[in-house]
């Protein structure tokens, strides 16, 4: 029999959110009885992009090269205004379908604009600075003419702000509809609607239940266009997240400091100047560069007051990591020289969230992944998972080639 496989990532779905999940319908007619893991440790910083690039690839930050959600913002900035396809640093699922000739889908997954191996692609693409429409946006990303055609299908005003439930259902529409028409062997989906209730509204509210509740929704309706289809026992089905969200109570510019300290430069119109060391947020974390790394005067410096902010205990750092501490500790590399972790409730950026993340694994809610299919086992319950060992589980499903990675299939739940 042919094996297909679908993955629907539900961004910031948490163990906890797993007791009202098991009591919707569609999970129950679905889901039940298959295999689980309640806590998934993911990767730092536990932010959406870098966990997606290691949902895909089997990999480490250090490794894949996704290190924030966005390019940075030094003199060492990457000139596109998003990550795209070409920024993985390694291959990841879609090419190893692609190489096996097998029908790819991606809706909304990240790293996916421009890439080559996706045949049916909606992509997360840049918002319309440059004039352009979403669908035009889409074009540009690769997107064929197929796929087009199912977009402005459903096309609606969801499309022009991207705001949770409408866009989130306008992706399972495109969706259900690639499965009817194309009957994909590898479909993965990426709806944000938990991920987007939680920093507005809170980690745990009646909001984030109606979260949970479309989530239920989607996972019918994907196995509906399964079942039109006719491949629906085929499907090897997948949900997973990739972090959870922490609480804040205060916000701390990191920025600032440095320049209290003449890290940084500012001229008469408040705009940076110059800078010695310069600090990029990752939510609850974030990268310190210095302008001259070989300069080890200037690196000293920056270490004695990295080191006087934590240990003064009022800036919401809780501890700072050299280059090679992190990458010994959580295999997070790039041309940054110290990584600051939060207490857990200080946020290093703007906006007006009362959750994020971007901190250590370890702490608060912890992801999931429960899967069903022909391949996979009947009633099996693992406390603990690795968020790299998912992409060689999908590998070794559709008996793919994905060779460079450090995770591994997890067998304990194959058949």
Known sequence: MKQ???????????????????????????LAGGAEIKKVRTIY????IPAHASISTGNYPGRHGIISN???????????????YSSLKCQDIFDAAKKKSLVTSGISWPLTGKHPSIDYLLSTCRDHSLGETFIEAQKINGSCDA????????????????KSPGFDDFKINCACDVIRQFKPELLMIHPLNIDNYRHHYGLFNDMVTRGIEETDDY????FRAAEEAGIDKEINFFLVSDHGQLEI??????NVLLAERGLIRINAESKVSDWDAYFF???????????????????????DVLRELCEAEVYGIERVFSKEEIFKNEHLSGDFSFVIESDGFTAFSGGISKTTHGHLPEKGPQPILIATGPLIKEN??????LIVDEAPTFAKILGLELPDTVGIAIDEILK
Do not use: Q
Request: charged letters at 30%; aromatic letters at 8%.
């Open 219 to 222: 996972i019918g309706r994907i």
């Open 281 to 303: 947020s990752t939510g609850l974390s974030g990268l310190v560069f210095i302008k001259d790394p070989l300069d080890k005067k200037l690196y000293g410096k920056v270490n």
């Open 249 to 254: 109570k205060r916000r701390v510019n990191i």
């Open 380 to 385: 099996v319950l693992l406390e603990r998972g």
């Open 4 to 30: 297909r496989l679908i993955v629907l990532s539900a961004d910031s779905m948490v163990y906890e959110d797993l007791e009202y999940l098991k009591k919707l319908p569609n999970y129950n007619k679905y």
């Open 70 to 84: 966005s390019p940075l913002v030094t003199e060492k900035s990457d000139p596109n205004l998003m990550h795209y």
């Open 45 to 48: 910083p536990s932010l959406t």
């Open 147 to 162: 796929m087009i055609k199912i977009m402005e299908k459903y096309a609606n005003e969801s499309l022009v702000d991207k």
